[in-house]
């Protein structure tokens, strides 16, 4: 595998599986870090099987490190973040979030990064960005068409979380 953000959000119904991948990518304008040698991918890998297996603080520091590799592939970026938010490192989670964002265009990852946003915002209790970014997550669902059963409830969920 690649270790690609495909791979450790393809249990979420909303991003595209590892067979899809390379078609899914496929001239969006980004490198999304296949080439940068075995090192950053073998640390993503290793942190996707560790978040896999619930062990996020592993997890983080593998990402971490692929991070440190290539700094640029906003993918990673976003895997660290999700990561960050699992272990309630919320601030860290945003700044980190907000750098997926500012490095890459693909949509799928940035409608993730959005809802990794939405409850990092909610674990720091400001409410109005979290409400924001929920309605981010949810306008990027529906232009992407990917608003599906399982999604409308994650956006109920996070309203829900607001109250």
Do not use: W
């Not at 490198?31 to 603080?57: F, T, V, W």
């Not at 592939?73 to 938010?85: F, N, P, R, S």
């Not at 272990?87 to 860290?92: G, M, Q, R, T």
């Amino acid at each position: 595998t690649c270790g690609t953000a495909s791979s450790l959000f393809a249990e979420q119904s909303d991003m595209p599986t590892q067979e899809g991948h390379a078609e899914h990518y496929e001239g969006d304008g980004h490198d999304h870090g296949h080439q940068h040698g075995n090192k950053a991918s073998q640390l993503n890998d290793e942190g996707i099987a560790l978040y896999r297996a619930k062990d996020y603080k592993a997890a983080a520091e593998k990402f971490e490190q692929a991070v440190a590799e290539v700094p640029d592939i906003g993918e990673t970026h976003a895997m660290l973040g999700k990561t960050q938010v699992k272990l309630e490192k919320f601030e860290e989670a945003v700044a980190t979030l907000k750098t997926s964002l500012e490095l890459t265009k693909n949509p799928t990852i940035n409608r993730i990064s959005h809802k990794s946003l939405a409850r990092a915002y909610i674990g720091l209790k400001n409410f109005e960005e979290a409400r924001k970014e929920i309605g981010v997550y949810k306008q990027m669902c529906v232009s992407q068409n990917t608003l599906t059963p399982k999604t409308e409830q994650i956006i109920n969920e996070l309203y829900e979380q607001l109250k």
